[in-house]
């Protein structure tokens, strides 16, 4: 029943975002928060002794950082902004939720929470030197425009995860509790998913002059990237012994963290990438979980 529920949340969040969209500027200060404390939740469910590196994780890592230069590169004589769309659906870390599918599929957990790890780990410092080239953050060099991203982005990914440390060593038992609450990072997804909705469809209302060719654009490459990056992590997986893994490693995003990032860093209209983005990787997973089900 409670898994029936949760299908429906992500059109209902959305739909709520679209409603009361008047209202979700005043809480979008909420966003940043909501990730840390969902990244919090899965670092304190992760066994840090039982972590270990592979091949197909550094892979993985490599296709993300530049894959989405060379398709930022690729795309940007023909539009900055969707190019920015596109760049952000692949730099996007895993999303929290993807060792969950991940077992449900019947994948390596071990392995994508390792993967987890090391991709959080890297987007710390590799996010703020792609968004201070191809950003549109105003400062006066490089340097200072690194600090403004690395700063947010250090705070947001880091410190969850040094928290859950200390945690663990300092105080056992409220880490032991906060282990306890594994559905509670859905629900706090579910309400920044309301959030940067309704954020994004007052920016579309808002604007002066649309260009919904545009508009559509972003939301078509984020598609094709999406299947891309799920059919490569496969192909990659197959050939290491993790197929489903390798899958949803690559495929399956931080989108709430990448739509943050997008509305924050880059030109707001490239939010509508990542914001597809859910949809499509839904649509993936939902599939897979049935064709699963359908073979069992």
């Not at 949760?6 to 739909?15: E, G, R, T």
């Not at 005043?26 to 899965?42: G, N």
């Not at 993985?60 to 690729?74: D, E, K, M, R, T």
């Amino acid at each position: 029943m409670l898994n029936k529920i949760k299908s429906y949340m992500m059109p209902i969040a959305m739909l709520t975002g679209i409603i009361l969209h008047k209202y979700m500027g005043e809480i979008a200060f909420l966003t940043p928060y909501l990730i840390a404390i969902m990244l919090l939740i899965t670092y304190c469910n992760i066994s840090f002794k039982d972590i270990h590196f592979s091949r197909l994780h550094l892979w993985l890592i490599c296709i993300q950082i530049f894959g989405s230069i060379a398709v930022f590169l690729l795309l940007s004589p023909l539009n900055p902004v969707i190019a920015q769309g596109a760049m952000i659906c692949i730099l996007a870390p895993i999303a929290t939720s993807a060792p969950v599918i991940t077992g449900m599929l019947g994948g390596n957990v071990a392995s994508l929470t390792a993967y987890s790890l090391l991709c959080n780990m890297v987007i710390v410092i590799v996010a703020p030197i792609i968004f201070a080239f191809t950003g549109e953050i105003e400062s006066a060099s490089f340097t200072h425009s690194f600090w403004i991203v690395f700063q947010k982005v250090f705070i947001l990914l880091f410190l969850p995860f040094f928290g859950a440390l200390l945690l663990q060593r300092l105080l056992p038992r409220v880490h032991n509790e906060i282990q306890k609450a594994k559905s509670l990072p859905f629900y706090l997804w579910s309400i920044a998913l309301v959030i940067i909705t309704g954020k994004t469809v007052q920016f579309i209302i808002d604007q002066e002059n649309p260009n919904y060719i545009v508009e559509l654009s972003v939301a078509l490459v984020a598609l094709i990237i999406c299947i891309v990056q799920f059919l490569v992590g496969r192909r990659l997986g197959r050939i290491y012994g993790e197929t489903v893994a390798g899958g949803q490693g690559l495929g399956q995003k931080n989108t709430i963290l990448a739509i943050w990032m997008a509305q924050t860093y880059l030109n707001p209209i490239a939010s509508i990438g990542p914001g597809a983005y859910v949809l499509w990787q839904n649509v993936v997973n939902s599939y897979q979980v049935w064709r699963k089900r359908k073979n069992i």
